[in-house]
């Protein structure tokens, strides 16, 4: 089991993690808020395809009305999140999806990491937690 509390304290192990059947995101979102991080939680079991997938991100992350329901618009719209404090976001049970588009689940990965490089980069902690 991580600690969460101490991995979230500063912006230098930012980034994108699998985590195991195990994990409490109760817990892990207690340490975010504790930590002074924004906790989003989304659950992704009825998603599986990459419109479903952008359009619940898009909903949960309160992207703009105009998010472009594209990579390149996730990207954008990652990078332009307020940064007034860092964040812990949460994808849980996302096998079907991943399973149903390995390849834009690729994508969507790759996006994470660039991200939370970006954040990082501007000294604001940015997690993104997953779990099939």
């Not at 994990?23 to 808020?33: H, I, M, N, P, S």
């Amino acid at each position: 089991m991580k600690d969460w509390g101490k991995l979230f304290k500063s912006c230098g192990a930012s980034g994108l993690y699998t985590v195991g059947s195990s994990t409490c995101f109760d817990e892990v979102g207690r340490k975010a808020l504790a930590s002074g991080l924004n906790y989003i939680y989304i659950d992704l079991a009825r998603v599986a395809d990459k419109q479903a997938f952008l359009k619940l991100l898009a909903e949960k992350l309160d992207f703009p009305a105009h998010f472009g329901m594209n990579w390149d618009a996730l990207k954008d719209s990652l990078t332009d999140m307020p940064a007034d404090s860092g964040c812990v976001i949460v994808l849980d049970n996302i096998k079907g999806y991943a399973q149903a588009d390995p390849g834009g689940m690729h994508v969507a990965r790759n996006i994470f990491k660039y991200t939370a490089g970006y954040w990082k980069k501007q000294a604001v902690s940015f997690y993104v937690l997953t779990r099939l």
